[in-house]
């Protein structure tokens, strides 16, 4: 692996963008995340911003809880539900449904996942660092979620739904599959009226960097 040196994240601006350039390889995102930074393109080509904002935007699972309202969804829903079985797709599919701006893992809008990101994310899912959790319909891809897991870390990056509640359905599954191997949190990047339904908050960039430091030396929790 080719060492890769970025900025120390505190070195952001206000907006929280940290460098930009470099690229979107294996390499890159593997020391990006691991110190608690994230690409964020705003078009389709260009030099890679990178971003590590403060505050940060983390769903603690201590602090997680089901909205009552879908309490009552979970118990009726008849989705099936799967864990890295269509990655790709998943990705592509968040990059092309169109949703509100607030609607996402991240809390960052679809227009951000370009050509080069899918390639990428994709490239990291075949390497075993990017992960997804499916809804289905039948046959048909109906909701999902991905993202980059390190360590026990897991950063969410993207989320969609094509029938009410399938989305959802994922980010409570995906805690579920998390907190038994070990994953005490998940970073949401940035805070959302649906984040923070589940019980997401915003922490100090210092103290998510100490989390993070602490969740990488643990075995993975995907």
């Not at 603690?60 to 879908?70: H, Q, T, W």
Request: proline share 6%.
């Amino acid at each position: 692996m080719t060492k890769i040196e970025f900025p120390d994240a505190s070195e952001a601006d206000e907006q929280g963008l940290l460098a930009i350039g470099g690229e979107l390889s294996p390499d890159y995102l593997i020391a990006a995340y691991s110190k608690g930074i994230f690409p964020w393109p705003f078009e389709e080509e260009g030099p890679i911003p990178w971003f590590s904002p403060d505050p940060r935007c983390l769903l603690k699972f201590s602090d997680f809880r089901i909205p009552r309202s879908f309490k009552k969804f979970l118990k009726r829903h008849t989705f099936r539900v799967s864990i890295d079985q269509a990655t790709e797709q998943v990705i592509d599919s968040c990059a092309s449904v169109e949703r509100g701006s607030g609607d996402d893992l991240a809390g960052l809008p679809s227009t951000w996942i370009n050509s080069e990101m899918r390639s990428a994310y994709k490239a990291m899912a075949k390497l075993g660092f990017c992960h997804s959790v499916e809804c289905w319909e039948g046959e048909n891809l109906v909701g999902g979620l991905y993202g980059i897991s390190i360590g026990s870390m897991f950063a969410g990056e993207s989320m969609f739904h094509l029938k009410n509640g399938a989305s959802k359905v994922c980010l409570v599954n995906l805690v579920e599959h998390l907190e038994p191997r070990g994953a005490e949190w998940i970073d949401c990047q940035q805070l959302t009226p649906l984040l923070e339904s589940f019980g997401a908050k915003e922490v100090a960039r210092s103290e998510f960097l100490v989390m993070l430091e602490d969740s990488l030396k643990n075995s993975p929790g995907f």
